[in-house]
């Protein structure tokens, strides 16, 4: 019953970290590595994998930091 919940915070939480990244240096390393991380999570949610998605949209909101 969690995968629903975790389908609706996926794209959230990806376009939270785009939003985030937009406003930083885009050649900055920590924004190439979120970037992939971003990219990651985006394929694992489109292919079901929701909390897989969800573990790296985080990293890659904590790498932003």
Do not use: Y
Not at 47 to 62: I, P
């Amino acid at each position: 019953m969690g995968g629903p919940a975790f389908a609706n915070q996926c794209p959230t939480l990806i376009k939270q970290a785009n939003d985030q990244m937009a406003g930083m240096d885009q050649n900055s390393e920590k924004v190439k590595k979120a970037k992939g991380l971003v990219a990651e999570a985006d394929r694992l949610h489109k292919a079901g994998n929701h909390s897989e998605s969800e573990a790296k949209v985080q990293e890659a909101l904590a790498g932003l930091k």
